[in-house]
């Protein structure tokens, strides 16, 4: 278990998402998943956060928030996106207002599929974007 | 259309106590777009016929439907009404407050010119990426793009179909 | 006094959604909101464009994961309005099955979301807790948690068999009991009677000014639900809308805590109701293409939703349109945080149960 030797701090924001992916973030922080056991923290500040968590695509109006958000963390930090529209836009990818996935505003690090992806798969992705920000680290050190 | 009487009208359905349930516009495209040629056809007598790249005619047909929809209990009514694109709608705030999230959306999605809206957003409630989207330029654009793309596509599995041949 | 405008949104930890108000304060009391939405707007209604009637039922079931089911529901139903195609009887009585359950799922998230928002992270976990089982049959009987896909034009996917739906109504009957624990703390917790109660007042004349719908108007004393209109085998059914007449931020939780106990009971009348038997008739399958208009309203759990369908006779449609609650309660809502104090502004917004993606489609 070295690799959990940080426990990383979640700052989750919703894109333009279903909603789905979302309560299914929400739902690993539940009894069930509990990422808190792995010291997996959602926090609300972008200052004290190490992964970027973002579900659903990138639209007219939240492209400067996410990149605003992304500025604010640390460095090193690391970004996770979440469900099909976070990976490329998804079912919505041709509706006139998607831009398309997460990676045309930020360097996405880790891509969890899946429409909406399951709690599982969710925790999979930190657990990768726990091994990326180590390795990011190690290089910054 | 005639502000003072459907004012008059969306009063009486607010004294007796109806909720508005919704304020939709429909962008009436008359006809689907005809293949490339098709569009010189003569449009029979209907003067306000669209021809669909025409710029004047299809000008000319740029109607929009409105629907107010009201409901009470198990009822529910809705006044219509057809406007050309650049006619001025009445807002319905004084009578539902609750109408300026319709009004601000029907402006900044169909171009359709609300005035006198409660609550006014100055065109900020949704900021799309494509300008007025359910304009008839914006859709008829869409719809020849899908088109074209379609077509792209069936020539490209022709010609494939044509190699392997 | 100078007045001070706080940005409230997009990020917010209270909000697993991004919805901004611009409050204007006078030290700590809200004078104004003013509501900027579009952080999740996508365009769906123009995918009519693109995508065949056929296939567009899964796009509206993506309008929102939370009443996923209800939004296929909705959609399927205009079209067979249009269609003019009568669905097989176990096909409506599973359909509304269903939507029971989703209300029971989104009303545990909420009260969850609720309890987190006033700082009461245990309920938040039993909530959650709980409403992990609804998912659980979600996932034993449609094969999704959140995206379920079993709506078709013309009647559902899927069957449930009677053995099956009987463990469903013990499961969920004694999923009511544990549930009695959680919605005593609710009742009783004097820090919860003192976050919310007489917080956020919305009188029965300000509820029919502002045109609010489902609970958030029940619980302001206006019996109205949808459901009563008797479409979709809801006519089969006894049913009392929930109605409370405080008007606060409590009532609004007390309101959903009892149709929880309505929703179960509804699902033991119509498993009770239903035909019984394996390899019923499911689905009519829908013959050419639709042609006309219709409006359809469902009671979701957030309230009234509206579809305008009209169809021209092409395989695509020329136009959809969906008024989701969340819409029609945001007046409420801003009208509520107008004169309430800063740090009441999370609550009051969360107990119109707002759902950001279904407002915005």
Redesign the interface.
């Known amino acids: 278990m070295s690799f959990f030797s940080r426990s990383p701090w979640i700052l989750h924001y919703d894109g333009s998402s279903c909603n789905g992916c979302d309560i299914e973030v929400l739902a690993c922080l539940t009894p069930l998943y509990d990422v808190e056991r792995f010291g997996v923290l959602n926090t609300g500040n972008p200052k004290h956060a190490d992964i970027l968590l973002v579900t659903g695509s990138v639209n007219e109006k939240n492209i400067e928030i996410i990149e605003n958000l992304y500025r604010q963390m640390p460095d090193p930090k690391v970004v996770v996106a979440v469900g099909a529209c976070a990976c490329s836009g998804g079912i919505f990818a041709r509706a006139y207002n998607i831009q398309g996935g997460i990676d045309k505003v930020v360097p996405v690090d880790v891509y969890v599929p899946g429409c909406a992806a399951r709690p599982e798969s969710i925790i999979d992705g930190v657990v990768q974007g726990i091994a990326a920000l180590e390795q990011k680290r190690k290089k910054t050190a | 259309m005639d502000s003072a009487s459907f004012l008059a009208r969306v009063g009486d359905y607010h004294k007796a106590g109806w909720r508005l349930a919704l304020i939709n516009v429909t962008t009436v495209i008359a006809a689907p777009a005809p293949p490339h040629g098709a569009a010189a056809e003569p449009a029979a007598p209907a003067t306000d016929a669209p021809t669909a790249d025409a710029a004047p005619a299809s000008q000319a047909a740029s109607v929009f439907e409105i629907a107010w929809a009201f409901a009470k209990d198990r009822e529910f009514e809705t006044i219509r009404e057809q406007i050309t694109v650049g006619d001025a709608v009445p807002s319905i705030s004084e009578f539902f407050g609750a109408a300026f999230l319709y009004e601000n959306e029907i402006r900044e999605l169909f171009g359709i010119n609300v005035t006198g809206i409660g609550l006014d957003l100055q065109g900020q409630l949704y900021k799309t990426v494509t300008k007025v989207p359910f304009s008839h330029q914006a859709i008829k654009a869409r719809l020849a793009a899908t088109a074209a793309a379609a077509a792209a596509a069936s020539a490209a599995s022709a010609a494939a179909a044509e190699k392997k041949a | 006094m100078k007045r001070t405008v706080v940005p409230f949104g997009?990020?917010?930890?209270v909000l697993?959604?991004?919805l901004v108000l611009d409050l204007i304060l006078e030290d700590e009391k809200v004078l104004d909101a003013?509501?900027?939405?579009?952080?999740?707007?996508?365009?769906?209604e123009?995918?009519v464009?693109?995508v065949e009637y056929t296939e567009m039922g899964?796009?509206v079931e993506?309008?929102?994961?939370?009443c996923?089911f209800m939004h296929g529901m909705g959609y399927c139903v205009s079209l067979e309005t249009i269609m003019n195609i009568e669905i097989p009887e176990r096909a409506a009585w599973l359909r509304l099955i269903w939507a029971e359950i989703s209300r029971i799922q989104s009303h545990l998230?909420w009260l969850?979301?609720g309890a987190d928002a006033f700082g009461f992270e245990n309920l938040?976990?039993h909530c959650?807790?709980m409403?992990?089982q609804i998912?659980d049959i979600f996932e034993k009987t449609t094969g999704?948690?959140?995206?379920h896909s079993v709506n078709r034009i013309g009647g559902v996917k899927r069957d449930m068999s009677d053995t099956e739906l009987a463990a469903i109504l013990v499961q969920l009957q004694d999923l009511g009991k544990q549930f009695k624990k959680t919605a005593n703390v609710f009742g009783t917790d004097p820090s919860i009677a003192h976050r919310l109660g007489g917080v956020g007042v919305l009188s029965m004349e300000d509820a029919?000014?502002?045109?609010?719908v489902g609970p958030m108007a029940r619980a302001s004393g206006i019996a109205?639900d949808t459901r009563?209109?008797?479409a979709n085998y809801y006519d089969r059914i006894e049913l009392e809308p929930v109605v409370e007449t405080a008007g606060d931020c409590l009532a609004r939780v007390v309101v959903r805590m009892r149709e929880i106990d309505q929703s179960i009971d509804i699902i033991r009348q119509a498993i009770d109701k239903m035909p019984k038997g394996e390899g019923m008739p499911l689905e009519t399958k829908p013959r050419g293409n639709p042609m006309g208009e219709v409006?359809t309203?469902l009671e979701q759990p957030r309230g009234?939703v509206?579809y305008?369908v009209?169809a021209n006779g092409?395989k695509n449609l020329?136009?959809f349109?969906a008024?989701t609650p969340t819409?029609?309660n945001?007046?409420a809502m801003i009208k509520l945080v107008k004169g309430c104090e800063l740090a009441d502004v999370p609550n009051i917004i969360l107990t119109i149960d707002p759902?950001?993606?279904?407002t915005?489609r």
């Not at chain 3, 997009?10 to 930890?13: C, E, K, L, T, V």
């Open positions: 997009p990020q917010h930890p697993p959604e991004p003013i509501p900027t939405i579009g952080y999740i707007h996508r365009g769906l123009m995918m464009e693109r899964f796009v993506r309008i929102c994961g939370i996923s998230l969850g979301l938040f976990m959650w807790r409403r992990e998912l999704g948690r959140i995206i029919r000014a502002v045109d609010c109205t009563l209109i008797g409006f309203r009234e509206l305008y009209k092409t020329e136009r349109r008024r819409f029609a945001i007046p759902c950001i993606s279904c915005e």
